[in-house]
C-alpha cells in the first residue's frame, strides 16, 4: 500500500508511522512523500526518523553514513531506508523501548542539525520566491496597471500565480518550521539548566 | 574546557565509566542498564554523538576495528579520559558530601518557609 504524506515535522511523522503500524501496516519505504507500507501484526514495529551528524567530505558522507546505520543496527535496531539527510529506523516493540536521543543534550544538537537544513533550504526558496516575483512583475505589471487586463487572462497566467502561490507556501512553511524548531531548542535548553 | 571542566552529561559520565576496560556501542549501553539499574537507556543517536565527541577530545579512543563483524567497533579510555573522569568523580563526591552533611546537621531545626516568598517551590 501506498500512501501520500507532506510531513515537516518529525514527532508527528514518527507518530503516524507508529499509529499505522498498530493498525497492521509496517512502513518500508519512503520517496517525495510517498510512504511505502506492507502489512506487519499489529504494532509490530516502533519507528524513528533521524537526521544523524554526518558531516565533513562529500567522499566520506557515504561511508560515514554507513557507519552510522551499522552503530545503530548494533543496538538492535533495523534499518528501513533513508532519503536525503534523513534515516528511518525501527525496532521491534518486543525487543523494549526504541528511542535514538534521549537526554536534552543530544535532543537539541539533532534540532540545531534539522534546523539548518530548513533554514538553508527556506533561504533558498525565498531567494527563488523574490526572483520570480520581480520576473513575475516585469512581465505582467504593464499589462495589470496600465491595460487593465485580468491576470487571469495572461498568457500562462494561471501557470505564473500557482508557481508564485507554491514558492511562497514553501518558504513558509520552511521559515515556520525554523521558528518551531527554535521554540522546541529553547525550550530543552531550560530543561538542561535544570530546576532554576 | 579543560582546566576549568564543566559539569558532565550522565551519557557522557556513564561511556567513560564503561570504557575501562575495551567496549563497544552496545556493551556500554548494557553496562549503563545494569549501572543504574535500567533507570539510563541510552539512545543510539545519543551514544553515538557523545562517542564522535570523545573521540575529538581524546577522551576515549578506538581500540580495535573487527573487520569481520562489522559491529565490534571497540573503545578505551585515554589518560586524559581517566583523569576527566577522576576529576569528576571528585567534584561528585563533593556534592555528595556536603549535601549529606549539610542535610544531617539542619534538618533537626529545619524551618521551611511559607513559599509566600516563592523561595522554596518545588518545581
Known sequence: MRKFRLYFDKEKEEAWLNEMCSQGWAMTGFFLGMYTFVPCEFGKYTYQVDMPPISGKLYMRDKKKREYIEFVESTGAEYVCSWGLWLFFRKEAVKGEFKLYTDSESQIRLYQRVRLMFLLIGLYDLWVCMFNTLNFWNYAGDYLLVRHEKLLDLDGGLILVFGLAVVYLMTSVMLGMVARLTIKIRRLKGRTRGFF | ?123
Not at chain 2, 53 to 77: A, F, G, V
Not at chain 2, 80 to 85: I, T
Open chain 2, 1 to 123: 574546557m579543560a582546566e576549568k571542566q564543566a559539569a558532565m552529561t550522565e551519557a557522557v559520565y556513564y561511556i567513560l565509566l564503561s570504557l575501562q576496560t575495551p567496549n563497544h556501542g552496545y556493551g556500554i549501553i548494557q553496562n549503563t542498564l545494569e549501572l543504574t539499574k535500567g533507570r539510563l537507556e541510552l539512545g543510539a543517536g545519543t551514544l553515538y554523538g557523545a562517542i564522535n565527541t570523545l573521540l575529538d577530545r581524546q577522551w576515549i579512543r578506538l581500540y580495535s576495528e573487527d573487520k569481520k563483524s562489522r559491529k565490534k567497533k571497540q573503545y578505551i579510555l585515554t589518560k586524559q579520559g581517566l583523569a576527566a573522569l577522576q576529576r569528576e568523580v571528585r567534584r561528585l563526591e563533593e556534592l555528595v558530601e556536603n549535601g549529606k552533611h549539610m542535610l544531617s546537621v539542619d534538618s533537626v531545626e529545619l524551618e521551611i518557609p511559607t513559599g509566600e516568598d516563592g523561595c522554596f517551590q518545588m518545581t
